[in-house]
Every structure is written in C-alpha cells, then in structure tokens.
C-alpha cells in the first residue's frame, strides 16, 4: 500500500508537489507510475518512471509541466506539478507497476498496487 500527499486547493498557474511513500515495499526496486481521475473520467496515466535508469514517460496534457522524480535514499517519489490548470483537478494516485526496466508503461492494467489517492484542486 503506498501513501500520496501533498494535494491541496491552488490557483491556476500554481504549483504543488506530490509524495508517494511507502512502508512495505522499496519504491525504488520498481517502474512507479502517476495516475488521475477526474469526476465523471476514466482513470488516465500522467507520468512514470522506469526503474533502471529513470527513464520517464509523460502524457501529452502534463509534458512540460509536471516532473517526476526519485529520491533513491529515501524511497520516495515525487510529482512536480508547476503552471497547474483547472483541468488538472483530480484525485491523483501514485501506483506500483511490478516490474524494473528501462521503459515504464502509462497503461492502467499494468499496475497492480496502489495508493489510496491525494485530491488536487485548481481554482481559476
């Protein structure tokens, strides 16, 4: 089970990062993904990381604004979020895809734990 924080309420052209920790599992020996889901939306992924080399994926509404990260040390990942737009309001949840390679997947189904979610609202 991972835990997401730091979802709040932001103006857009804000920024918020967002943690996703974890106290069974070594985030770091994995591809880890971000998803949303919007109210009335199917899921969608927003960003991963795979886990040999780091080698990150965007979809195409985030690129060049959201950044993901690890801290190797501490076992954490993280999703920069800066120039935040109204529709960027959804619950965000970090999730495990169980595997460790140099390219991660953004498709749902590929992963099979995660989080319990962080809410991000955009004011405009």
């Known amino acids: 089970q991972f835990v997401e924080s730091g979802g709040g309420l932001v103006q857009a052209g804000g920024s918020l990062r967002l943690s996703c920790a974890a106290s069974?599992?070594?985030?770091?020996?994995?591809?880890m993904g971000w998803f949303r889901q919007a109210p009335g939306k199917a899921r969608e992924g927003v960003s991963c990381i795979g886990g040999e080399g780091g080698r990150t994926r965007y979809a195409d509404s985030v690129k060049g604004r959201f950044t993901i990260s690890r801290d190797h040390a501490k076992g954490i990942i993280y999703l920069q979020m800066d120039s935040l737009e109204p529709d960027d309001t959804a619950v965000y949840y970090c999730?495990?895809?169980?595997?460790?390679?140099?390219?991660?997947?953004?498709?749902?189904?590929?992963?099979?734990?995660w989080g319990q979610g962080t809410q991000v609202t955009v004011s405009s």
């Open positions: 999730a495990r895809e169980p595997a460790w390679s140099v390219r991660c997947d953004l498709r749902e189904s590929s992963y099979d734990t």
């Open positions: 069974k599992y070594n985030l770091n020996n994995w591809n």
